[in-house]
């Protein structure tokens, strides 16, 4: 019966160094499936916490948030964040790709919560208009220019973010395009991609932040 309920996935992701390996496996209800280090898995409720300490804060319909060290991280379903070192070491974070090759990662943008696709291939981080909203970003104030799309022509403004964090990974000032639409996902682009160490591990994008 429980095994019917789970919603399950194989999801790896961790803001603390003592915490390596913490993941997602299902959600049912009030409860969550968490797993650890060594794949061992712990069914919570709400508020309670693992033999080392991590605490299940609140379950969505395919995510958790929880309590590692005393930061706040949302786990979800089908997103794989490997590894991710604390400020305090290493800034690095591994990512595991998904079945067709795509690297999804929650993250932040000006504090607020999003879901970031490494995206090599864009040149700024792009972001639609509702996500940049619950960032706070007034982007009717940057630069407007102008952005080739699949329906044609769209506009866009420039901006600067105040802060882009991936993991233990955090960056300021990062170059921003906000289209005037909404997007499924962020696409962290080169201008936050090309301060990092870029290199690939069997499945694994590896990022090392150079400065």
Known sequence: ????????????????????GVGLSGVFGNRAVIV???????TLRVG???????????????????EIGGV????????????????DTAQRVMIEGDSQGHFVAQGSVNGASMRFLVDTGATAV???AADARRAGIDFRQGRQAYSQTANGVAPIWIVKLNSVRLGGIELAG???????GDMPVVLLG????????????GNRLILERRY
């Open 174 to 180: 990062v170059d921003a395009a906000i289209h005037e």
């Open 126 to 128: 792009s972001m639609g």
């Open 1 to 20: 019966m429980l095994a019917g309920m789970l919603l399950c996935a194989s999801v790896l992701s961790s803001g603390a160094a003592d915490a390596a």
């Open 190 to 201: 080169m201008s936050f991609l090309n301060r990092m160490q870029m290199s690939r591990e």
């Open 72 to 87: 706040r991280q949302t786990l979800r379903l089908g997103e794989r964040v490997v590894s991710a070192a604390s400020e």
């Open 36 to 42: 650890t280090d060594g794949d061992r898995l712990h």
């Open 48 to 66: 309670q916490a693992t033999p080392d300490g991590i605490r299940l804060v609140s379950v969505g319909a395919d995510s958790a948030v929880v």
